[in-house]
Structure formats: structure tokens, C-alpha cells
Nanobody
Framework: EAQLVESGGGLVQTGGSLRLSCAAS????????IGWFRQAPGKEREGIVC????????YYANSVKGRFTITRDNAKNTVYLQMNSLKPEDTAVYYC?????????????????????????WGQGTQVTVSS
């Protein structure tokens, strides 16, 4: 069973940057599809950046394209979300999720919340607040 621990959230001003980390245990990330999701107050959780190990593709939601980047360090079994040019509307709790790659057809498919369960795993979330 995989366990995911996010870190790196915090308070930042508009235009600033943060790097979130998602450290995994019990699951070799190189064999897993990876997703970063976020949930703002009063809104549904949305997938924003996802990676498919099946075809090495990456999906970025339009809201973050050009500003956010996903990377992975296999040696540390950790995935990162670099967030630049942050805006107040990026304020949310950010979650990472993983699912065995063979169950996910594409990066965009991984960015659908309902695709994570069953057989997928979620981290506990980390708060990101962007002040105006």
C-alpha cells in the first residue's frame, strides 16, 4: 500500500513561487501515474497536472499551463510541483495522487478525480495561500 506525504505549501504573494513535494513510500513512482489536484473553498477537487507512466505524457490544465511544472526524482521516490507566477485563484489545498500505471490510459485520464479510486492513493494535502 502506497503512502504519500505532501509538503511545501504556505503563504506567498501574488507572482511568487512555491515548490510542493510528494514523497512516496510503498510504491515506486516510476511505475505509477501521478496526479496533482487542488480543492479551493466551496469548489470541487480538480486535477491540474498529471503524468502517465504508460506513455510518458503530461497533462496540464489550462488554468496552470505555462506556470506549473511536474518533475520526479526516482532516487528519492518523490514528485514535485513547481508553481510560478502564482495568483490568488491558485489558493487551495493541493493533493498528490498515484495509481499503478497500467490502470491509467493517459495523463489526462489521471487528472479525473474519479479515476483514482479504486486502487489509487491520495496524500493528506498541503495548503497553498496566495495573497493579493
Amino acid at each position: 500500500e502506497a503512502q504519500l506525504v505532501e509538503s511545501g505549501g504556505g503563504l506567498v504573494q501574488t507572482g511568487g513561487s512555491l515548490r510542493l513535494s510528494c514523497a512516496a513510500s510503498g510504491a515506486p513512482l516510476e511505475d505509477y501515474a501521478i496526479g496533482w489536484f487542488r480543492q479551493a473553498p466551496g469548489k470541487e477537487r480538480e486535477g491540474i497536472v498529471c503524468f502517465s507512466s504508460r506513455d510518458d505524457s503530461t497533462y496540464y490544465a489550462n488554468s496552470v499551463k505555462g506556470r506549473f511544472t511536474i518533475t520526479r526524482d526516482n532516487a528519492k521516490n518523490t514528485v514535485y510541483l513547481q508553481m510560478n507566477s502564482l495568483k490568488p485563484e491558485d489558493t487551495a489545498v493541493y493533493y498528490c495522487a498515484v495509481k499503478a500505471g497500467l490502470f491509467i490510459d493517459s495523463a489526462q485520464a489521471m487528472c479525473v478525480e474519479d479515476a483514482i479510486a479504486p486502487m489509487g492513493y491520495w496524500g493528506q494535502g498541503t495548503q497553498v495561500t496566495v495573497s493579493s
